[in-house]
C-alpha cells in the first residue's frame, strides 16, 4: 500500500495477508484434499469447516485453503483444481486486492490510522525499491457511504497530444502539472528523456491521459527502450509496468474493442479515453465507484460498472458468510412454452402520439427497477425461495418472494438509493462546486443502479437468476399500467409512455395538478415517482424508415426555462460530423424561444436561414474538413470485408499504410465522392488527409449538403403537413 499523510509525505506499507477460499466435496474428498496439503504447511493450510450455501440457505461442509502469500493464491487454487476436479471452488477468482480490502475493513482513498515497524531495510525488498514500513495494525477512520468526504491531496500529471490520431502522425506532448504546463517535442531532447526527467522533478501521485493507454505510454516505452532508458513510470521500482492486451469482443449484438491497459505500481494511471466511468463522471465520480465497490482504482477505472456491482454483491455475501461461487451455478427453472412466452418479456411501451405537443409533464419512476428489488425484496436468491410457499406472488407470473431474509442484491441497491437521495438534496443546498462534484458522484451511482438490473439476468452473473429478471420486469409493467391508469382517470391525456416513464397533458394543468398526480401514483404503487420536467412542449417523431410509424424514442422537448431534451437525433450519435451537429444545435437553440404551435413556426423559417449558411460554407468550400469527418465503428477486420463499404474502403487505406485496425475499433473518414466508380476514391482515411489532397479532390459537397438536410428534416415533421409542403418547396429553392 501506499499512504499520503496529512503533511503531504508518501509512505510505502508492507502488510502479511493470507487470503482463503473453500472448496465443497463429499466429506471423503475434502479429507483427501486436507491430507494432501499437510505437507505443504508452509505455503498453504487446509481446515474442515462450514460455510453457508446462498441457494439452499444453509450451512454446508467445506475445506477452507488458506494460502500464506496473496501472490500464490490463484495458483493454489488451480493446484486444487487439478488435485480433484470433482470439487466445486468458492471463493477462488477474487482479487486479492479487494479481498484485502474486506478482510482490513479498509478501501481505496480511505482515511485511516496506522502502526508501523520501523522501515525494513532496501536489502530485503530488492534493489532501487523503497524501503517500506511493516504494518501492525490499520484502522479505518471514513465511512465509504458518507455523502461528503475529503479525497486524498493527489498530485496530478496530465498528459495529452496536441493533435491526436491513433492512425497515424506524430504530435507534441502536452505535459501539465497544477498550474505548469509544457509542450514536449522533438526538437529537443527526444521526448521520453524530458518526459522521465519531469516524472522524477514532479513525482505525481496520478497519472492523467488522454489515450495514455493505446498511444502515449506505449510510444513513449518504445522510444525509452530504443534509448536504453528506464522511465520511471512506477514509483515501486521492484515491480514492471504491466500492460494488458486489447480484444475485440461482442456485447449485446454489438461487436466492441477494449484498448490495452498501462498499470502502474505505486503511482496510479487513468485514461479518460479508456475508461467509462472517468469520461461520464470525471474524477470525483471515480473516486466515488472506487470507495463502494472498494475496487482498485485503475481497475475500477477500466472495468464496467457491472463488475462494479458484482463486487458489492460478492462483498456482502462474504460478510454474511456465503460460498462465492466461481460463475454462475443456479440454471433457469424449467418452464411450459406459454409460461416462457408471458415471463420472457422486457418493458412496457405505449408508441407516441406523432407532432408537437405543448404543456407536457414527464412524470418518471426514480431509479424504479433498484426500487423495486429494494421496495419488493426481489433478489436472486428470494425468487420461488423453498422457505415461503404462502408468500405474496409477482403479477403475471405467480413467483414467490421469500419473506423470511432479506436478498443481497436488494440491500446492495438500498444502499445506493438512500446514498444517491443524501447527494441529490447536497447537490441543491451546496455551492457552485459542492453541487458539481456531487452531480458526479451521483452520476457514478446511477451507472451502478443501472447495471443492477441486468446483473440479476447475466449469464455470467455469479448470483444472478432469470427469474428474478423477469420478476423485476413483470412488477414493472404492472406499475406502468397502473399509472397510466390513473392519469387517464384524471382527465390527463397519456401521449407517451416507455418503461419507467410517462408524458401526459392535460389543458390548463398547472406544475402543482402534475406534482398532485405524481404523489398518488407514489401512494398507488409504492415506489418514488418525480416530475422529469414540465416542457413548452415535445415533438414525438416519426421512424426514419417508415414515415407515421412511431418510435419509443426519437424526439425533443423544451422545458419551461428554456432547456433542451433530445433524444434520437443526430446530434446525440458518435459518428454524425461536428459539422452536422452544430447546425441542429443551432437551429435547436432557436426552436428553443418557441412556447406554441405559432411561434415554433417563425423559429423554424429562422432556422432554415441557418441551414442556408451552412449548405453556403460547404458550396464556397470555407467548412473546415476536420468538421467534416465520419466515425464508424468496424464489425469485422479491414480484409475480411466482402463490399466496398465506406467504412471498410477508409479501413482498407490504412491497412495498406500498416495500421490494421481490428473489430471494434473506430475508422474516421471523410467522404470525397461517394458516387466515384472507383471504391478508393469515394473517401479519404481522416489519418491519410493532407492539404494536397483535399486541393486536389475537395469534399463531395453534394452529399453533405445531403446530410444536412436529412439532418433538418426532424424540425419541418412537427408543424401540419400542409405547411410542410409549403416549406419544402422554399428548402428546394435553396439548393
Keep these: 500500500m501506499w499512504l499520503i499523510t496529512p503533511d503531504q509525505k508518501r509512505y510505502r506499507i508492507v502488510d502479511r495477508f493470507s487470503p482463503s477460499f473453500y472448496a465443497h466435496g463429499t466429506p471423503d474428498a475434502l479429507r483427501k484434499l486436507a491430507v494432501a496439503l499437510a505437507p505443504r504447511h508452509d505455503a498453504v493450510a487446509c481446515t474442515l469447516t462450514e460455510r453457508t450455501d446462498l441457494w439452499q440457505n444453509r450451512a454446508v461442509p467445506v475445506a477452507e485453503v488458506r494460502v500464506a502469500h496473496p501472490a500464490a493464491y490463484h495458483g493454489w487454487a488451480r493446484w486444487v483444481r487439478r488435485f480433484d476436479s470433482s470439487l466445486q471452488l468458492y471463493n477462488s477468482d477474487l482479487m486479492p486486492a479487494t479481498l484485502y480490502c474486506w478482510q482490513r475493513g479498509i478501501f481505496p482513498l480511505a482515511r485511516v490510522e496506522v502502526e508501523v515497524e520501523p522501515p525494513l531495510t532496501a536489502s530485503s525488498v530488492g534493489a ?181 456491482i458484482s463486487y458489492m454483491q460478492m462483498e456482502m455475501a462474504w460478510r454474511d458468510g456465503v460460498l462465492i461461487p466461481e460463475q454462475k451455478a443456479e440454471p433457469e427453472d424449467p418452464k411450459q412454452p406459454d409460461e416462457m412466452l408471458l415471463a420472457d418479456r422486457g418493458g412496457l411501451v405505449f408508441f407516441p402520439k406523432l407532432g408537437l405537443h405543448d404543456n407536457v409533464a414527464e412524470l418518471d419512476f426514480v431509479s424504479e427497477y433498484p426500487s423495486i428489488m429494494a421496495r419488493f425484496n426481489i433478489s436472486p436468491e428470494t425468487v420461488n425461495c423453498p422457505c415461503c410457499p404462502g408468500a405474496p406472488r409477482v403479477p403475471e407470473l405467480g413467483y414467490r418472494i421469500c419473506q423470511q431474509r432479506r436478498g443481497i442484491t436488494s440491500r446492495v441497491v438500498e444502499r445506493l438509493i438512500a446514498k444517491r437521495e443524501r447527494l441529490k438534496h447536497i447537490k441543491r443546498t451546496a455551492d457552485a462546486e459542492g453541487a458539481r462534484v456531487a452531480g458526479l458522484q451521483r452520476d457514478a451511482l446511477k451507472w451502478l443502479l443501472v447495471c443492477c438490473f441486468g446483473y ?171 468538421d467534416l469527418v465520419i466515425r464508424k465503428r468496424l ?27 481490428r473489430p471494434g475499433e473506430t475508422v474516421e473518414y471523410v467522404l470525397i465522392n461517394v458516387r466515384a466508380r472507383v471504391p478508393n476514391d469515394r473517401v479519404r482515411a481522416w489519418a491519410l488527409w493532407d492539404g494536397a489532397w483535399g486541393g486536389a479532390y475537395g469534399y463531395d459537397r453534394r452529399k453533405y449538403i445531403e446530410m444536412l438536410r436529412e439532418a433538418f428534416e426532424p424540425f419541418v415533421l412537427a408543424v401540419p403537413e400542409a405547411i410542410r409542403d409549403e416549406l419544402a418547396a422554399l428548402v428546394t429553392g435553396q439548393r
Design 635 to 661: 464489425t469485422r477486420a479491414p480484409r475480411d470485408y466482402q463490399k466496398a463499404s465506406l467504412t471498410a474502403v477508409a479501413a482498407q487505406q490504412l491497412f495498406t499504410h500498416g495500421v490494421e485496425l
Design 456 to 626: 440479476t439476468g447475466y449469464r455470467n452473473a455469479r448470483f444472478g437468476k432469470i427469474e428474478a429478471h423477469e420478476a423485476i420486469n413483470a412488477v414493472a409493467r404492472e406499475t406502468l399500467l397502473v399509472a397510466k391508469e390513473m392519469a387517464e382517470d384524471e382527465g390527463y391525456e397519456l401521449l407517451h409512455a416507455l418503461v419507467d416513464s410517462l408524458y401526459v397533458r392535460k389543458p390548463g394543468a398547472t406544475p402543482a395538478d402534475f406534482e398532485q398526480l405524481a404523489q398518488r401514483i407514489a401512494a398507488r404503487t409504492s415506489l418514488p415517482i418525480a416530475i422529469e420536467a414540465v416542457y413548452r412542449y415535445v415533438v414525438f417523431l416519426p421512424s426514419k424508415q417508415y414515415a407515421g410509424v412511431p418510435v419509443p424514442n426519437r424526439f425533443f422537448a423544451v422545458r419551461q426555462d428554456g432547456e433542451l431534451k433530445v433524444r434520437g437525433l443526430e446530434l446525440r450519435r458518435h459518428d454524425t460530423p461536428a459539422l452536422i451537429t452544430r447546425m441542429q444545435n443551432e437551429v435547436l437553440a432557436l426552436l428553443a424561444e418557441a412556447r406554441d404551435g405559432a411561434t415554433y413556426l417563425q423559429r423554424l423559417r429562422e432556422g432554415m436561414g441557418v441551414l442556408a449558411g451552412y449548405e453556403a460554407a460547404l458550396t464556397d468550400g470555407t467548412v473546415d474538413v476536420e
Design 128 to 308: 532501487g525499491c523503497c524501503p517500506p514500513f511493516a504494518l501492525r495494525a490499520i484502522e479505518c477512520r471514513d465511512d465509504e457511504w458518507a455523502p461528503v468526504y475529503e479525497t486524498p491531496p493527489l498530485k496530478i500529471m496530465q498528459l495529452r497530444l496536441r493533435r491526436h490520431s491513433r492512425h497515424g502522425g506524430t504530435a507534441a506532448l502536452e505535459v501539465q502539472v497544477e498550474d505548469e504546463c509544457c509542450e514536449i517535442d522533438e526538437s529537443g531532447d527526444p521526448t521520453a528523456l524530458t518526459f522521465a526527467r519531469l516524472v522524477k522533478r514532479h513525482d505525481p501521485d496520478l497519472l492523467l491521459t488522454d489515450w495514455g493507454d493505446a498511444t502515449i505510454l506505449p510510444l513513449l516505452s518504445q522510444q525509452a527502450r530504443r534509448l536504453g532508458l528506464r522511465l520511471p513510470l512506477n514509483r515501486d521500482a521492484g515491480h514492471d509496468v504491466q500492460q494488458s492486451r486489447a480484444r475485440s469482443f461482442m456485447s449485446y449484438g454489438r461487436i466492441l474493442f477494449k484498448d490495452s491497459a498501462t498499470t502502474l505500481f505505486g503511482r496510479l494511471h487513468v485514461d479518460s479515453r479508456n475508461s467509462f466511468m472517468a469520461d461520464k463522471c470525471d474524477l470525483p465520480g471515480l473516486w466515488e465507484l472506487v470507495r463502494v465497490t472498494r475496487l482498485p482504482v485503475q481497475y475500477a477505472a477500466r472495468t464496467t460498472t457491472g463488475t462494479g
